[in-house]
């Protein structure tokens, strides 16, 4: 059968692949320490699993409306106001299958054919892959660590050309573990007032902050720029519920109307059960986002300590998300490897420990490990991972 062109433009997802022989490792009884997570360790808090029970008993089984249920999106419309500072009616709202969804139908909704698509590294594996299914032009903006890999004004000025349409910023930042703070943000909104572009900013990992992190959403700070901003958002790491599928959009009227057509044919809206699970979440949930922040934060400040203890390994102080992304560039030569594929590759064939390689998010002399584990296994994974370097000699 003859697979179109766009299929084939589409990479494969390393993430994924890891965690795929990661899996298969295990599965053969080797002792394998995983960071290749993308999910928090904690499960569902059960009084949300119970709001989805009570929901299914009353027959909440049939088809939402496309944009998802109204009561849900009211309860969106609350929190961006009480929580962010963002004024998105409930018409102005989305709910998608999951964030990934939301972000990929708002580059759909905004970015035609040959249009060029702004993503600073590190990014999201899938950010450049949404582009190109929607026939965009993917413009990789590179980042210095000396800056902590974020992304700077003056960088940012000098990649914008006349067929720029769309930035994508996610913060905190998956696989940096960082977080813009609102004076970053700002300098950064003002660079993009310069220009038309719109942005998509992906604040998933918005509630996950530790130690000198501070968040705001994009369009709370650069306010002249709310009407050229699409803010997503979802349930998934906050609440632990990524198989849930819960995400949304809000942005200007017209885009959310767009979003939610195109919705309309691809997916619907999400499962009716776990959107009325969602309020639920969104009401009573602070105190367990807080249970499992606190435990993130200790993580993150440990895996950073026993990383930056590595010779020939930097690694910037987690603030956001559940992410540490160090450089191991320095250890590709005495390792005699080519670059951070074969270094994971190496990692988990002879110190049986899973992590991601940097080049998936354009970042070649990193790797990303997940800290959504346990302190025990941070510790046992840390340790193979100083002697597999070490013994390199």
């Not at 969602?278 to 499992?292: H, L, N, P, T, V």
Request: aromatic share 8%; charged share 25%.
């Amino acid at each position: 059968m003859k697979i179109s062109k766009t299929a084939q433009s589409v990479s494969d997802s390393v993430t994924m692949a890891v965690t795929a022989r990661a899996k298969q490792l295990k599965a053969e009884g080797v002792d394998v320490v995983s960071f290749g997570a993308g999910e928090p360790d904690f499960d569902t808090p059960e009084f949300i699993k119970n709001a989805a029970k009570t929901a299914l008993d009353q027959g909440a089984t049939k088809y939402s409306p496309a944009a998802g249920i109204l009561d849900l999106r009211k309860e969106i419309s609350r929190k961006l106001k009480e929580e962010n500072d963002l004024n998105y009616k409930p018409n102005q709202i989305v709910v998608t299958v999951g964030a990934k969804h939301a972000v990929y139908e708002a580059i759909h909704a905004v970015v035609d054919p040959g249009d060029e698509v702004l993503i600073p590294t590190p990014y999201w594996v899938s950010y450049p892959e949404m582009v190109k299914l929607v026939g965009g032009i993917v413009r990789i903006v590179t980042t210095r660590w000396q800056d902590d890999y974020k992304l700077t004004p003056e960088v940012l000025r000098g990649a914008i050309t006349p067929k720029s349409t769309l930035l994508i910023l996610n913060y905190p930042n998956n696989p940096g573990g960082f977080c813009y703070n609102p004076s970053e943000v700002k300098a950064l909104g003002e660079v993009i007032a310069e220009s038309d572009l719109a942005v998509i900013s992906d604040e998933i990992y918005e509630k996950l902050i530790y130690g000198s992190g501070e968040f705001r959403s994009f369009a709370a700070v650069c306010g002249d720029l709310y009407d050229r901003t699409i803010t997503i958002n979802g349930l998934s790491k906050s609440y632990s519920m990524t198989g849930w599928r819960v995400g949304y959009a809000a942005g200007p009227p017209d885009l959310a109307e767009a979003i939610g057509q195109m919705q309309s044919h691809m997916t619907s809206g999400p499962a009716t059960f776990c959107q009325i699970a969602s309020i639920a979440a969104m009401q009573k949930g602070d105190g367990d986002i807080e249970k499992m922040r606190a435990e993130f934060a200790k993580r993150a400040k440990h895996i950073y300590e026993r990383l930056n203890a590595i010779e020939g390994v930097t690694c910037p102080e987690p603030t956001g998300a559940f992410y540490a992304f160090p450089n191991v560039g320095q250890c590709y030569a005495k390792l005699g490897v080519s670059g951070s594929v074969e270094f994971c590759q190496r990692l988990l064939e002879e110190a049986k420990v899973a992590c991601v390689p940097g080049i998936g998010f354009g970042c070649d002399e990193n790797i990303r490990l997940s800290f959504a584990t346990s302190m025990q296994q941070i510790d046992k994974g840390i340790d193979r991972i100083e002697a597999f370097i070490e013994a390199a000699g």
